[in-house]
């Protein structure tokens, strides 16, 4: 049984992987893709996306963190592949699920479920490239517009030679809507000789009892569900290992969101970034906890990081002392 967390541009970055890996539940995370066109990146780019990679591969808390590619030059994917490992990577997974039209446009993640052929050269060609000790995975949806290529997409992952594959129960077209056919992960598991993750809609423990039932799988990855709930990875370690399952309470919450604009303000003090991702990540957890409502209202307006500070200190003092 093992717990992943999902790679979502713009949502799970190195400081978000930080922080919900320190919280705890999870045995690996996956980077956001970085993005392999006509260049070969450095190492400070390999940094940059995936900060870990100085850190033997490994968020503070010490949870191992998979870089992924997203791409369709299958020979310049691999040369990529190859300077990550010897900057330090020490796990690759490929992105065959992005449902973003400017990628796609571009001939990167979900679009090239149209091509299984192509899906299965990549693979290939980044698997002969990289040393025999480094494992290479693959993240798919089911389709691009329809399932009828699933299974052949999955196989062409498998049969290219990746050793593991996740699958996102969601076509392209479907993007993030409800529901997710958690049943085809059960469908792309029998047809595949390599382990698979199941992913979509992994809200509650519920849920993860859920999708592990009618997939079969028993590796599971959270994605927007461990954001809006960030003890999510715990609570399913607590219940896996027989231990009561103790929800968080908003106090411990309110200081993982003090902790993480702490760890935001350290990656970048001098722009927009430490404030808009905190009110992103409020906007997400308002869904689930009312208490994140009103934090997010006392900073909505705000736009200063030394105001966001003051406001989050004061709200921690005026409701907990």
Request: net charge neutral; aromatic share 8%; proline share 4%.
């Amino acid at each position: 049984m093992q717990l992943l967390l999902a790679p979502m541009q713009g949502l799970t970055d190195d400081v978000m992987r930080d922080l919900l890996t320190r919280i705890g539940g999870f045995d690996e995370c996956v980077s956001e893709f970085v993005r392999i066109t006509h260049t070969v990146h450095s190492r400070q780019t390999w940094l940059k996306y995936v900060p870990e990679i100085g850190n033997g591969n490994r968020t503070f808390a010490g949870v191992p963190c998979t870089v992924q590619l997203l791409g369709s030059d299958a020979e310049n994917m691999a040369v990529n592949a190859l300077e990550a490992v010897r900057f330090g990577a020490a796990k690759i997974d490929l992105n065959f699920g992005c449902p973003a039209p400017t990628v796609n446009k571009h001939q990167g993640g979900a679009v090239l479920l149209k091509e299984p052929q192509r899906v299965y050269h990549i693979v290939k060609t980044l698997r002969a490239a990289l040393p025999a000790h480094i494992p290479l995975t693959g993240k798919m949806r089911l389709g691009f517009e329809d399932k009828s290529l699933a299974l052949e997409n999955a196989c062409a992952i498998a049969e290219g030679g990746a050793c593991a594959l996740t699958v996102h129960a969601r076509t392209k077209v479907e993007g993030y809507e409800p529901p997710a056919h958690w049943i085809w992960v059960r469908k792309i598991r029998e047809a595949v000789a390599v382990p698979v993750t199941a992913n979509g809609d992994v809200f509650t423990l519920q849920d993860y009892l859920g999708i592990k039932q009618e997939s079969g799988c028993e590796s599971v990855m959270l994605g927007r569900g461990a954001v809006m709930r960030p003890d999510l990875a715990r609570q399913i370690k607590q219940y896996e290992r027989g231990e009561a399952v103790m929800a968080a309470d908003f106090a411990e919450i309110m200081a993982w969101i003090r902790l993480f604009f702490d760890l935001c303000l350290a990656k970048e003090a001098n722009n927009k970034y430490p404030v808009a991702r905190l009110k992103q990540w409020l906007g997400m957890m308002k869904r689930v906890y009312p208490e994140a409502q009103g934090v997010f209202d006392a900073v909505r307006t705000l736009e200063e990081a030394g105001d966001v500070q003051k406001a989050l200190e004061h709200l921690n003092h005026s409701i907990y002392g």
